[in-house]
């Protein structure tokens, strides 16, 4: 997959999927299959925009974001995307109008874009209906994908952070239309776990990304092997710890992670963070939690 900014244009044939994109859903996902059904008609590549930053600090807001850039980027590989389009959004970007975007999207061979009903863009907001206009004046084929809901409720990002922090994993994972994973470095933590039988990776991940607290059971894939891993996301209130980590066990696993990266899903709830009156009775929960994790 290509990694293309969007100030610098890009001279292929594509069908662009226009949207934020801070997780890919499975009303994002519907999007994304329209894009490739497009392509795929045309004789295209498949294209999608979004950014690199944290865009909810640029708009003043205090949000975490439930896949990092380089979350993204693995995702959508993993989806067959073609080209992945993506800029910064700061200050310079947030204050561009409706029109001077798409005088951006001209700088593109854009065959087809979808978006989703509630799409807007530029400091004015415009509408799909603006977005349809310039399709129409460019012989760009155009298409809008309608809300995806689930017992009445419309799937969205938002929807995803409060099942999140609801810790409803399963909930979660619903919307996602797969396992919500955690992915990052790991790197050297205080070398505690082995001293009561349970040596962990620690994960290094992003400060803007969204952590679900509490400890989950959840799978990881380590040369093509696949491994149930009990994973404490939070502080270490039993040690005096309150900065929150990812401590993730991995069942069964021998070998040396130290500096890999490792993508960790999460797959149950198991309970929240507690502090243990020493390291004997945080061995004995362990141990209870891992018959939980394995069933």
């Known amino acids: 997959m290509k990694n293309i900014n969007l100030f610098s244009g890009y001279d292929k044939q594509i069908s662009l999927a226009l949207g934020f994109f801070d997780c890919m859903?499975?009303?994002h996902r519907k999007i994304l299959d329209d894009v490739k059904q497009s392509a795929s008609e045309?004789?295209?590549?498949?294209?999608l925009l979004t950014f690199e930053n944290n865009y909810f600090e640029t708009l003043g807001k205090h949000e975490k974001l439930i896949y990092t850039f380089d979350e993204r980027k693995d995702l959508l590989e993993s989806l067959s995307l073609d080209t992945l389009i993506s800029c910064v959004f700061d200050k310079n970007f947030m204050s561009l109008t409706s029109d001077e975007f798409l005088l951006l999207l001209n700088k593109f061979d854009?065959?087809?874009?979808?978006?989703?009903?509630?799409y807007r863009f530029g400091s004015d907001k415009a509408d799909?209906?603006?977005?349809?206009?310039y399709c129409l004046q460019k012989r760009i084929q155009y298409r809008v994908q309608?809300?995806?809901t689930h017992d009445g409720v419309k799937i969205s990002a938002t929807e995803i952070r409060k099942a999140l922090n609801a810790n409803r994993i399963d909930l979660a994972n619903f919307y996602l239309g797969d396992k919500f994973f955690i992915q990052g470095e790991v790197i050297r933590g205080r070398s505690v776990g082995h001293t009561y039988g349970f040596p962990t990776a620690n994960i290094k991940v992003s400060d803007d990304k969204l952590?679900?607290?509490g400890v989950y059971a959840a799978e990881t894939h380590l040369d093509g092997v696949k491994y149930t891993v009990l994973v404490n996301i939070g502080g270490k209130p039993t040690f005096g710890i309150d900065k929150p980590t990812v401590e993730a066990y991995i069942i069964s696993y021998k070998g040396d992670l130290y500096g890999k990266k490792i993508k960790i899903s999460l797959v149950k709830y198991i309970r929240p963070i507690q502090k243990f009156s020493d390291k004997t009775e945080l061995a004995k929960q362990i141990q209870k939690d891992l018959s939980e994790a394995t069933l």
Not at 42 to 47: D, H, K, L, P, Y
Not at 110 to 118: K, L, N, Q, T
Not at 128 to 133: D, P
């Open 42 to 47: 045309i004789g295209c590549e498949t294209a």
């Open 211 to 213: 952590l679900p607290q």
């Open 110 to 118: 854009i065959r087809a874009i979808v978006c989703g009903f509630d």
């Open 146 to 148: 309608p809300p995806v």
């Open 25 to 27: 859903h499975i009303g």
């Open 128 to 133: 799909i209906y603006k977005l349809e206009n």
